[in-house]
T-cell receptor, first 115, second 109 residues
Framework: SAVISQKPSRDICQRGTSLTIQCQVD?????MFWYRQQPGQSLTLIAT?????????ESGFVIDKFPISRPNLTFSTLTVSNMSPEDSSIYLC????????????FGPGTRLTVL | GQNIDQPTEMTATEGAIVQINCTYQ??????LFWYQQHAGEAPTFLSY??LDGLEEKGRFSSFLSRSKGYSYLLLKELQMKDSASYLC??????????WGAGTKLIIKP
């Protein structure tokens, strides 16, 4: 299994500011994913981060609000832009090493609170 | 639309057995995953079923019936550390993971 780290682990931010979350995998992986999880709720996929190309966003999420970078096969960032209290959530990075049916491995998450 | 149903919460006693059910309606099927998530932590992979039947892994077993759109996770010899949320997720025809809302399992001594 891959080991995934995320930074920061938590942050408290002011409305209107932006936060960039970093995700580092300990080995090269084909796909990386960014999720949002509200307390007690299921995981919601924001986007799939592809190395060398634009991220693929899910319905309801746009690049202007959640720009993503994937500069290489071990690293990705998610920026939450122009934040509002509704963006308060846990943001999780995940990856899978191989094929479409491989399990996903998750980072520890970033707990974001927007005041 | 795509839908996955799991009970919101279940309570069981230490040492006992509990079965967590998951039913799904998705556009296509390429397998079903179960994940465990302790409070404040990331989900961790438990099992993957793509063929009908029971897969056993120590104290945990997972069952799948594709014709019924149904799976369950069976936990035996429950321990206090098994208190967590259990997430069911289905890989659809586009290899997208569709997540259930999770079942919070409370273990009592």
């Amino acid at each position: 299994s891959a080991v995934i780290s995320q930074k920061p682990s938590r942050d408290i931010c002011q409305r209107g500011t932006s936060l960039t979350i970093q995700c580092q995998v300990d080995s090269q992986v084909t796909m990386m994913f960014w999720y949002r999880q509200q307390p007690g709720q299921s995981l919601t996929l924001i986007a799939t981060a592809n190395q060398g190309s634009e991220a693929t966003y899910e319905s309801g999420f746009v690049i202007d609000k959640f720009p993503i970078s994937r500069p290489n096969l071990t690293f990705s960032t998610l920026t939450v832009s122009n934040m509002s209290p509704e963006d308060s959530s846990i943001y999780l990075c995940s990856s899978k090493r191989g094929g479409d049916m491989d399990e996903q491995f998750f980072g520890p998450g970033t707990r974001l609170t927007v005041l | 639309g795509q839908n996955i149903d799991q009970p919101t919460e279940m309570t069981a006693t230490e040492g006992a057995i509990v079965q967590i059910n998951c039913t799904y309606q998705t556009s296509g099927f390429n397998g079903l995953f179960w994940y465990q998530q302790h409070a404040g932590e990331a989900p961790t992979f438990l099992s993957y079923n793509v063929l009908d039947g029971l897969e056993e892994k120590g104290r945990f077993s997972s069952f799948l019936s594709r014709s019924k759109g149904y799976s369950y996770l069976l936990l035996k010899e429950l321990q206090m550390k098994d208190s967590a949320s259990y997430l069911c997720a289905v890989l659809d025809s586009n290899y997208q993971l569709i997540w259930g809302a999770g079942t919070k399992l409370i273990i009592k001594p």
